[in-house]
C-alpha cells in the first residue's frame, strides 16, 4: 500500500499562484503514474494532470497552459504548480498514486482545498 500526503493548498486571489505538494511512502512501484485530480462541491471529481515514473504527462484541457505537473523521483513526491487561478479552479485536490503494472493498486491522498476569491 502507498501513502500519500497533499500539501500547499489555501485561499489565493484570481490570477494567483499555488504549488501543490504531495509526498508518497510506502510500497511503491517503479512503474507508476502520479496525478492529481480535483472536486469541487457538487461536482465529480475530475482528472487535473497525470506523470509517468519517465515523466509523460497529461492534462485536462482547461488546465493545459496554466497548471504544470512534474515529479522527484528522488523524494517520491509530485508537484502541481497552478498559475493564472480562477474562482472555477476552487475544489479539494487530491494527489493520486497508480501501479502500472497492476491497476487495482491505487491510492488517494486525503486532499487539500484550494480557494480563489473573486
Known amino acids: 500500500q502507498v501513502q500519500l500526503v497533499e500539501s500547499g493548498g489555501g485561499l489565493v486571489q484570481t490570477g494567483g499562484s499555488l504549488r501543490l505538494s504531495c509526498v508518497a511512502s510506502?510500497?511503491?512501484?517503479?512503474?507508476?503514474?502520479m496525478g492529481w485530480y480535483r472536486q469541487a462541491p457538487g461536482k465529480q471529481r475530475e482528472l487535473v494532470a497525470t506523470?509517468?515514473?519517465?515523466?509523460?504527462?497529461t492534462y485536462a484541457g482547461s488546465m493545459k497552459g496554466r497548471f504544470t505537473i512534474s515529479r522527484d523521483n528522488a523524494k517520491n513526491t509530485v508537484y502541481l504548480q497552478m498559475n493564472g487561478l480562477k474562482p472555477e479552479d476552487t475544489a479539494v485536490y487530491y494527489c493520486?498514486?497508480?501501479?502500472?503494472?497492476?491497476?487495482?493498486?491505487?491510492?488517494w491522498g486525503q486532499g487539500t482545498q484550494v480557494t480563489v476569491s473573486s
Open positions: 493520486n498514486f497508480r501501479n502500472t503494472i497492476d491497476y487495482t493498486k491505487t491510492s
Open positions: 510506502g510500497s511503491i512501484s517503479s512503474a507508476n503514474k
Open positions: 506523470i509517468t515514473d519517465d515523466g509523460r504527462t
